[in-house]
């Protein structure tokens, strides 16, 4: 019986779940599922997927400090160049493209709203 790990979803705490939403989808995720607390306006948790990429997002039960998000989650796309420029247009200031051994069709890292670490590279 093969009982291996099939999957592997990164679960961040957030400050606004609602605002790592719209970030998240500027950059490709969909909502899946979220949850909208009794009584409350906006949801406190967010389940997102873009293709085989899955998150979920968590309201925090205290503030956040980007300075002390040590995750880093790796996003793998066809054409790292392409999604650069395409999140440039969107203003959202992903860091300059390098070109390491371990990524020569390059590599970037895009910081999301609560300063975890997005590192995109190719597939």
């Known amino acids: 019986m093969d009982n291996t790990f099939k999957i592997s ?3 961040f705490h957030v400050q606004d779940v609602q605002a790592s939403i719209i970030f998240y989808q500027k950059i490709g995720f969909e909502i899946f599922n979220t ?16 293709g085989g990429a899955c ?9 956040i400090d980007p300075e002390q998000q040590a995750a880093m989650v790796y996003l793998y796309c066809p054409d ?20 390491p051994p371990h990524a020569p ?8 709203p609560d300063g975890y670490s997005l590192m995109i590279m190719h597939t």
Request: hydrophobic fraction near 40%; aromatic fraction near 10%; proline fraction near 14%.
């Open 9 to 11: 979803i990164p679960y």
């Open 35 to 50: 949850f909208i607390p009794p009584g409350a306006q906006k949801p406190s948790w967010a389940f997102l997927k873009s």
């Open 55 to 63: 998150l979920m997002v968590a309201l925090a039960s205290g503030p």
């Open 80 to 99: 790292v160049p392409a999604k650069h420029q395409e999140l440039q247009k969107l203003g959202l200031n992903p860091s300059d493209l390098r070109y």
């Open 105 to 112: 069709k390059g590599e970037f890292r895009l910081p999301d």
